[in-house]
């Protein structure tokens, strides 16, 4: 009969609950407007215009506002959809590239959109007010989004043909679909069923497979090319966009419809799709507001939940002298309470268990609870009756604690066999015997409990039980509650994670009695600790009225593992450990692919282009030439630039020896970034002068010319002339000295046109420009012999001759 009367409510309440406000509208976009379509009249009602390609809409559920991306307009906008009249267009944040998907986390407010450029795509999300922008996944591919609220998930499909996802907190991304399907212009997440649904770009193939990407199935066959196309679902149906088409199917999984349904033909292509479904928090109904159960049996308190969005949570509270207290399904003695099963199973009901009941589930939305119902249990049989003088204690930190405890066997057959107690401290269940340290008591002869020493610890709810042949008898619930003790410090989180120079805060929450008298954090990196308070650099919080620690710009050097720390009169208190990771990225430097030689003397920028976050914190470059490498900085002579600001290489004049391979280098906090290496040539230098050849001597009143080759000539040559060396003495020759001829720029070999036998010696070249005088080696004429040889050679002023060259010329006798 109990089942009956259960099924019976379900559908009644069920009936009640879509009559009553699920009243659904259909909202879809094309080129330029935002349009609703009344699914139960038909009739389409513009919302909004100029919105230049919307791809993509959501619903803040808890706030009343849409969100869509405006593809070429590179915005995020919203609009409030409590009300169809006078609609507004709000901007949420300017987008850098083109936004595509976009989806809402009503939880923590954060708005999430995918992000479109050639050589970049990524996933990024803001606050609701278009605060803290943050990359959460950089790659080249994201297109269309979804979000596991219940999981903190990240669905995303991708122009690749690939469907991923990753943790909210940017962990554990991983491929569900890494192959077999097209690009994906939209999807949705179905936790209620387990199932992904998602539509083609190029072919408009509406698709589906479970959750973790197995089972992939075809539902609709788009038979269309390359348009963006719009999906969602209710509890019930799919529906999406084929070009110009609004249609709606049923689930796979479900008895399926041969064909999909056409809500509409429309005049332009849809681009994106959302079903507006009247959504609330949990609808929660226990039926019966009494039960009744003997001494020992299992009765269940039934409930039921209708829920949309999907509950998350289900537990139950029980009020008993006005105290509250929490049951769920990890609860001792205790079975249900749980999002598929919601009803309260008590295995063994006891008179402790006798109280009212409520019925609470949760959802995105908030919560929703039922009307009380009340559990008495019937003693049938003579167990004992365990009586307690008071249900309430308040006692000192340090002090001991009697709690007065009574066993009443009067007309029983059974003597006690057993006595113990039960503390629950938060849902955590300790049972006290005689031999358990720091008490006395808890015996047959001694049923009241004595806690010799009390601590924060002992605070919670005691029960005391007997126990004979028949069962177990047990007191009223009494309340101790521990005035004093060292402060209890929480941090909630046990991971942060900021970005580099962003602001983060450390929460901690504490409870103290006596009042604290000092907060702090303590920092441990590689073993060694540092103690942060409210008069550290860099720091806000860590105070009394605000313990939390707020770093103001983190950076690396913050990463670590703090603790919250507080102090009374007691003692101290510490917190769990929070650890804090900064992120950031190493610099990416580009320099030019190529640079046209430069001329000697001329001024050369090398660009050097440096993006880094966090900024760098030093610039050089390093020149490698014949295998040998120059740091080059700031500040080195000849140059200009190499700074953070101006990371570029100026050369104020460039000379044969800046020739080589040119490397821009940034370090920021996260490392070394380097660029590509450029090949830099310098045009010209010292003259190069040589003698290649030579003219013998053969007797008075022949002519000479010793050949001078000059090369390099750049900067052009000003001036040539030539020394003669003998015994220790030099002369210099000009084209103006007598008997000479050539000795010019243009002609700068040395004629001699009467030839002495007493002109032997040796002969050097000299060629001048602006940078300096380069020279040849010696030539030696001599009149003793008659072999003739010549080598061709190089030699600066200044430098070590290497090689003598000698002309040698005899006469033969007659």
Known sequence: MKKTYDLLFKTMLTLCFLGSSYQNTLLFSTQDFINELDLDSGNVTVLASGVDFVFSMDYDYKHGFVYLSR??????????????????????????????????????????????????????????????????????????????LINRLIYYGTFKGTIGRLEMNRTNQENIISNGIGHVSDLNIDMNSGYIYWIEYGSGDLKSATINGSNVNILF???????????????????????????????????????????????????????????????????????????????????????YPPVTKVYWEKVVNGMTIVLNSLTVGIEGALVDDPSLIIVHSTTADIGNYTCVARNSVGIGKS???????????????????????????????????????????????????????????????????????????????????????????????????I???????????????????????????????????????????????????????????????????????????????????STTADIGNYTCVATNSVGTGKSKATSLEVVGELPTVSVVSSLKPVKYGERVNILCVVKAFP?????????????????????????????????????????????????????????????SSVKLTVIGGLPEVSVPSMMHLTGTGYTITITCSVKN???????????????GSTT?????????????????????????????????????????????????????ITTIAMVGAIAAVGSTVAAILAYIHTKKKS
């Open 71 to 148: 593809y070429y307009k590179k915005d995020i906008q919203k609009f409030n959809y409590t009300t169809v009249e006078n609609i507004i267009l709000e901007t949420v944040i300017v987008t850098e590239y083109y936004p595509v998907g976009v989806a809402i986390d009503t939880v923590n407010s954060h708005v999430y959109w995918t992000e479109q450029l050639a050589l970049s795509r990524q996933i990024r999300r803001c606050n609701f007010d278009g605060t803290n922008p943050v990359v959460i996944l950089d790659e080249k591919s994201p297109w269309a989004i979804s979000l596991d």
């Open 221 to 307: 066959d788009g038979n269309s090319s390359n348009t963006e196309h719009g999906l969602d679902t209710d509890d019930k149906y799919i529906y999406f966009s084929s070009i110009k088409q609004l249609l709606r199917i049923q689930k796979f999984h479900e008895n399926m419809e041969k064909e999909p349904y056409v809500l509409l033909n429309a005049t332009e292509t849809i681009y994106s799709v959302l079903m507006h479904k009247t959504k609330g928090v949990p609808i929660v109904d226990v039926g019966d507001t009494i039960y009744s159960s003997g001494y020992g049996e299992k009765i269940t308190l039934f409930c039921n939940v209708i829920s």
């Open 371 to 469: 009307k009380a119902t009340s559990l008495d249990v019937i003693v049938k049989q003579k167990i004992p009756i365990v009586n307690i003088e008071s249900n309430n204690y308040v006692v000192m930190y340090g002090s001991s604690l009697t709690m007065a405890c009574s066993i009443s066997t009067s007309g029983q057959s059974f003597e006690v066999r057993k006595i113990y107690w039960k503390k629950n401290s938060s849902g955590i269940i300790t049972t006290i015997v005689e031999d358990t340290d720091g008490i006395s008591g808890s015996s047959i002869e001694v049923p009241s409990l004595t806690i010799l020493n009390v601590t924060t610890s002992e605070s919670g709810i005691y029960t005391c039980f007997a126990k004979n042949g």
């Open 471 to 553: 069962g177990t008898g047990q007191s009223k619930h009494i309340n101790v509650t521990v005035t004093g003790g060292v402060p209890i410090v929480d941090v909630g989180d046990t991971l942060y994670s900021s970005g580099y120079g962003e602001k983060i805060t450390l929460f901690c929450n504490m409870t103290s009695d006596p009042s604290v008298t000092k907060v702090y954090w303590e920092k441990v990196v590689n073993g060694t600790l540092n103690v942060l308070n409210s008069w550290t650099t860099g720091i806000k919080g860590a105070s009394f009225d605000d313990p939390s620690l707020i770093i103001v710009h």
């Open 615 to 675: 900024i760098p914190t030093k610039v050089h470059w390093e020149k490698i030439s014949n295998g040998i490498t120059k740091v080059i900085s700031n500040g080195t002579d000849g140059t200009d630039g190499i700074t953070v600001e101006n990371p570029s290489l100026i050369l104020l004049h460039a000379t044969d020896s800046d020739s080589g391979h040119y490397k821009c280098f940034a370090v920021n906090e996260f490392g070394l970034g380097y660029s």
């Open 713 to 727: 000539t750049y900067p052009e040559v000003s001036n040539v002339y030539w020394q003669r060396y003998l015994h």
């Open 732 to 784: 210099m020759i000009h084209s103006n000295s007598i008997g000479i001829k050539g000795v010019t720029v243009e002609n700068p070999s040395l004629i001699i046109p009467y030839a002495m036998e007493s002109m032997t010696g040796e002969y050097i070249c000299f060629a001048e420009n602006s940078v300096g005088t380069g020279s040849s080696l010696p030539a030696k004429l001599t009149g003793l």
